[in-house]
């Protein structure tokens, strides 16, 4: 199965996205699991809750 450059250029476009799509997703749950314990830990030791 052979493509033209314009299918490979078109293809390798939707496979792009889906990779940065998934790469967002994982770095969004992580990020977000980074804060919960961030303020977590600045509650405990200065007893302040960032907004």
């Known amino acids: ?3 033209t450059p ?3 250029l078109f293809y390798g476009g939707l496979l792009g996205i ?3 799509l ?3 997703i994982i ?3 992580v990020l977000s699991g980074s804060r919960k314990r961030l303020r977590r830990k600045l509650n405990e030791e200065y007893g302040i ?3």
């Open 18 to 20: 889906a990779v940065t």
């Open 27 to 29: 770095v969004i749950v």
């Open 1 to 3: 199965m052979s493509f």
């Open 22 to 24: 998934v790469a967002t």
């Open 6 to 8: 314009g299918q490979l």
């Open 49 to 51: 809750s960032p907004k």
